[in-house]
């Protein structure tokens, strides 16, 4: 008889916990992994992929009423909010059957209920059954944080939005990180008035400042509200459904939705992890080494359960280490430097490398090359926006530190010229390669 029931089992099918489960199993392991809510996780079930697709279907808001100058007559358009918000979750059911039949066909074991760990080797499902195996991978992600206040029973976060039974015409959103940002332009867009309150007077914190400052001239002129320094501090709701906010140092503001996207903090609540010896961070995450190993040496976390990088790619990339090292023979860390991240903003933002702040910190010689044009789109848009492309570069060296760009598709220019950041190449190389004209990443090869 084998000492284990399963040489990994796996806890949370999100993007980390998928790909290590495959990888592992491929390599011949015996796999199992549980899963409380749906295959897929965060990003596919809850995030990334189905805001991107609202992202996709707000732009035709701004689409439509530009194409009457390119001589197109569009008559009687509405917008319907259910048809499109079905048509998303119809995606998010296709790609839920991807990863599922992903798992099925690598021999991983499924069981769709939730898992806690009772032991160095062991897991109890909520069926009751206890399961050994030789080692344990925590990937169950981060739960969005909801603040503490009057009435907060009454708000919603990036978890229920995808599944509103109406469009709301009016809607709060408090936080300014990427999330916030997002379904601001989202539901800005669509046409509902959109007022953001944060508990600071910074959007994006960690971008750079010019960017920040030129997404918020943009968003201001679109009609979307801010109140800075003002947190919500009370939702009541009204006879009719709809809810009265007050926020501090505010009069109170009625409203049809209030959003709380303030953050996400790693799922880690009565997940079991003292029993095998783990103490958890300050904000709740796993503590692990440079091969994702726990204090316990048969427990290994990936994703955004550690709170390292809270990116979907990070935690695939964190998998796939994880497993080549422990079941592949083939010892592999993950590299945190110079990683492309976007905000789908509009317009939006996409980054590499360090801020013009953080390179003056770190180097002492440095040079910034910009460049601030109209995007050839927006010639004949209403909303006259300006795109914004940002080179930090090393002076002496000529190494590129940073890229920074606002404008349409800037998260699509960005990641090939994320790999010439990564790959250390220098403004010299930019400048040698010829520009592909007309286009809006022609600029990054300009720049002077």
Known sequence: MPEYDYDLFTIGAGSGGVRASRIAASHGAKVAVAEEHR??????????????????????AHDLQDAANYGWTIEGARFDWATMRDHVLGDVD???????NTLESNGVERFLERATITGPHTVRLASGREISAKYILVAVGAWPVMPAFEGSEHCITSNEVFHLPEFPRRVMIQGAGYIAMEFAGIFNALGAQVTVVNRSDVILRGYDESLRDRLLQATLAKGIEYRFNSPIEKVVKQADGSFEVTTKDHEPVPVDAVMIATGRQPKTDGLGLESAGIELGAKGEIPVDDYSKTACDSIYAVGDVTNRVQLTPIAIREGQAFADTVFGGKPATVDYKAIPSAVFSQPAIASVGLTEVQARQECSDVRIYSSD????????????????????????????????????????????????????????DFDATVALHPSMAEELVLMR
Not at 46 to 60: D, E, I
Not at 399 to 414: D, K, Q, S, T, V
């Open 94 to 100: 296709r790609l839920e059957s991807a990863y599922t």
């Open 39 to 60: 295959v897929g996780g965060t990003c596919v079930i809850r995030g990334c992929v189905p805001k991107k697709l609202l992202v996709y279907g707000s732009h035709f």
């Open 373 to 428: 044009f109209r995007p050839m789109k927006n010639i004949y848009s209403d909303h006259v926006e300006r795109g914004l492309y940002k080179m930090i570069v090393d002076n002496e060296t000529g190494r590129i530190l940073g890229l920074h760009m606002i404008g349409p598709e800037a998260p699509e220019i960005l990641q090939a010229a994320a790999v010439a950041v990564k790959a250390g190449l220098t403004k010299d």
